[in-house]
């Protein structure tokens, strides 16, 4: 790796509070980007508009999707404009390039039939009866709170203590916001927690994380929750293909606006830092209902 990436990502880290994901996401694209200019005997420190103009024409030649283009050009762009601030280069190669346009792609959601079936079936899943209560409380938990994955699998224990009607979570860039909790997420709490004091008592080190692991981390990972919700989706009868993690925070957040909650609950409770970009759930509303009325319709 070129050495202006550890800085620069070191710099987004400290200066902007960036998610980790999301250091990481800049790492792996500016990676690649400077592999490419090694390959055709460049560096970051000599490459022209050219030499990011064709490595975007290589990115398109292999079949990748608009939004990586996009998201690629948009992580060089930011790491030459740093650069410039640094004075590791007088001027910005990147500054005048425009990338594809993102298309609009419409969040993959869930029936509220569905949601239903995979919190029944939650219940039942599990190879022992804390593993149930586990995953019955993980499910409740993040149907209820439309939390993003990293959010749900690091909470802390001290966050459920005391039987919480709302719930502090910290999200991306360090924000923090309170989110409600359902009757039926409050009660899967309760009794996870019961199995928490009980697991705990015999280590010397309480972990301080609601869904502990072994792992270096200390909590259920993003990858084990993932494997974890495809595993449910089959048991349940849905297709796993269909359904993520994700899937659930999308499903929250159509259903509150579907049933009568205005844009503005909905991004606050969502954590997003702007409302656009919460806007993208009235557009799955016109298409189910431009869905229903050409399904449905006696006359369609």
């Not at 490459?47 to 030649?61: G, K």
């Not at 802390?156 to 979570?169: E, F, K, N, T």
């Not at 991004?267 to 009325?293: F, M, N, P």
């Amino acid at each position: 790796m070129h050495y202006w990436v550890p800085i620069f990502l070191e710099a987004m880290q400290a200066e902007q509070d960036a998610a980790i994901n999301t250091v990481s996401a800049y790492g792996r694209d500016l990676n690649d980007f400077t592999t490419y200019l090694e390959r055709n005997e460049k560096t970051p420190e000599k490459a022209v508009r050219a030499d990011i103009e064709a490595y975007l024409i290589e990115l398109d030649a292999k079949g990748l999707a608009k939004s990586t283009r996009a998201r690629r050009l948009s992580t060089i762009r930011q790491l030459y404009r740093f650069a410039f601030t640094e004075g590791w280069r007088t001027d910005d190669p990147a500054a005048q390039i425009r990338g594809p346009k993102r298309g609009r792609h419409l969040p993959t959601t869930m029936s509220e039939d569905d949601v239903v079936k995979l919190l029944d079936h939650a219940r039942e899943f599990g190879k022992s009866p804390n593993d149930k209560l586990r995953n019955t409380c993980l499910i409740e938990v993040l149907y209820a709170t439309g939390l993003r994955v990293t959010e749900l699998v690091s909470l802390p224990v001290a966050a459920a203590r005391g039987d919480p009607r709302m719930i502090l979570v910290r999200g991306k860039g360090g924000r923090e916001r309170m989110v409600p909790l359902s009757p039926p997420a409050r009660n899967a709490l309760a009794e996870w927690l019961i199995v928490w004091d009980k697991e705990q008592q015999s280590k010397k080190t309480k972990s301080t994380y609601l869904f502990p692991s072994r792992g270096k981390k200390g909590h259920l990972t993003r990858e084990a929750f993932f494997l974890l919700i495809k595993d449910l989706a089959r048991f349940s009868g849905l297709n796993p293909k269909e359904i993520s993690p994700h899937t659930l925070r999308h499903a929250f957040a159509t259903h509150l606006l579907a049933n009568g909650a205005d844009l503005l609950s909905i991004q606050t409770l969502l954590g997003h830092a702007d409302v656009s970009t919460t806007e993208i759930y009235t557009h799955v509303l016109e298409e189910r209902l431009k869905d229903l009325v050409l399904n449905k319709h006696p006359l369609a």
